[in-house]
């Protein structure tokens, strides 16, 4: 099973993606997830061994970006935001395979995983 | 790796040969004014790397994306900062750089594909149609034609980039879509199950409500593709 950890400041981001994964048959499996940067950066950091993080763009304290700045372990990651235009920033990440537009769609989202 | 330009303005093109040349391993072997031309060259030819302009007279570079068969990494050249979202619809884009481009970002672009290129072992490999015949599939892989009988195929997985093509006594990994290896099985045999399988279904073993058995491997199959596989079957 491929391990993910969901970062998002809102719970119901979190559960539309934890829905969307056990919508279908995968090998993914959430470890955890966060509301808070901090907690979850440690927690990253301590787990070299989680294949993909789903990342929102727009967090409270930080931005994704800001946040892939300071991760020493190299999670493939997926983005999630409401904010289309940051999408070419995240070119500039080679941990990022892609980038969802929050209401997350179904397909997108299954296109998406499909990469990791 | 080697690679082709494919933009309509000559000075564009000239910014990335120069771009390219400071790529050591990096090999232009052929340019395109014409989207038109470098998609008939790509039906005869595999690439590596594609640096391909957004903006052409008559056809955008997405149309470019899903109008070629190869398995080549795509990377879009533009002055466009807007177009990103879209970009990240189609797997086969690896990169989007915005003009001016310098060479720290595009030398992290190409590290990028490479990494991309080599994520499994079997680099290259795709699907070649011209080789196709009859009764079996030739896949490439590692520039090696294999032939394979579609009766000794089980079934194939989608994964990422790649399918893994399994049968009694190997799994290939090709690079190539569930999509495009449909197109080439003939559909007395063959059955797409659930959107990253398709099934030889002369093997099933059993069925089961929402999956099958071909030897020991356990294949869902998606409610919306079962009636489909019940009346292919001879019921009693």
New interface residues.
């Given amino acids: 099973m491929k391990k993910c950890v969901i970062l998002d400041d809102d719970q119901a981001a979190i559960s539309v993606v934890e829905h969307l994964l056990l919508s279908?048959?995968s090998n993914l499996t959430v470890v955890a997830t966060y509301n808070n940067v901090e907690e979850a950066l440690d927690y990253l950091n301590k787990h070299s061994d989680i294949d993909i993080l789903f990342l929102d763009v727009h967090l409270p304290q930080m931005s994704g970006f800001a946040f892939l700045d300071v991760l020493k372990t190299r999670p493939k990651v997926i983005l999630t935001s409401s904010d289309?235009?940051l999408?070419?920033t995240?070119?500039?990440f080679?941990l990022v395979v892609?980038?969802?537009?929050k209401p997350l769609q179904k397909d997108?989202f299954?296109?998406a995983i499909?990469?990791? | 790796m080697n690679c082709i330009i494919v933009d309509d303005q000559e000075s564009a093109r000239l910014v990335v040969r120069q771009l390219c040349a400071g790529i050591e391993d990096l090999d232009i072997i052929e340019e395109f004014s014409s989207a038109i031309e470098a998609i008939k060259f790509l039906n005869q030819q595999t690439v590596d790397v594609i640096f391909l302009d957004i903006h052409m007279p008559g056809f955008s570079g997405f149309d470019f994306v899903q109008t070629i068969k190869n398995t080549a990494r795509i990377v879009l050249i533009t002055s466009d900062?807007e177009l990103?979202?879209e970009?990240?619809?189609y797997?086969s884009i690896s990169?989007?750089?915005?003009k001016p481009i310098t060479q720290e970002?595009f030398n992290?672009s190409m590290?990028?594909v490479k990494?991309t290129l080599q994520r499994t072992p079997y680099l290259h490999a795709n699907l070649t149609p011209e080789q196709q015949q009859g009764n079996d599939l030739y896949i490439n892989i590692d520039r090696r034609l294999t032939k394979l009988k579609f009766d000794d195929i089980l079934f194939i997985k989608?994964?990422?980039?790649y399918i893994d093509v399994k049968t009694h006594k190997e799994v290939y990994c090709v690079h190539s879509t569930l999509k495009k290896i449909k197109d080439k099985l003939p559909d007395n045999i063959f059955l797409q199950t659930?959107?990253?399988y398709i099934i030889n279904f002369t093997k099933i073993i059993d069925i089961e409500d929402n999956s099958v058995l071909i030897e020991k491997n356990v294949i869902?199959i998606?409610r919306s593709n079962r009636p489909e596989l019940i009346r292919r079957l001879n019921l009693l």
Wanted: charged share 35%; glycine share 2%; with cysteine.
């Fill in positions: 279908q048959p289309k235009n999408a070419l995240a070119y500039d080679d892609d980038y969802l537009v997108r299954m296109q499909n990469q990791c | 900062k990103a979202i970009a990240y619809e797997e990169d989007y750089l915005v970002r992290k590290l990028k990494n989608a994964k990422g980039d659930h959107r990253s869902p998606s």
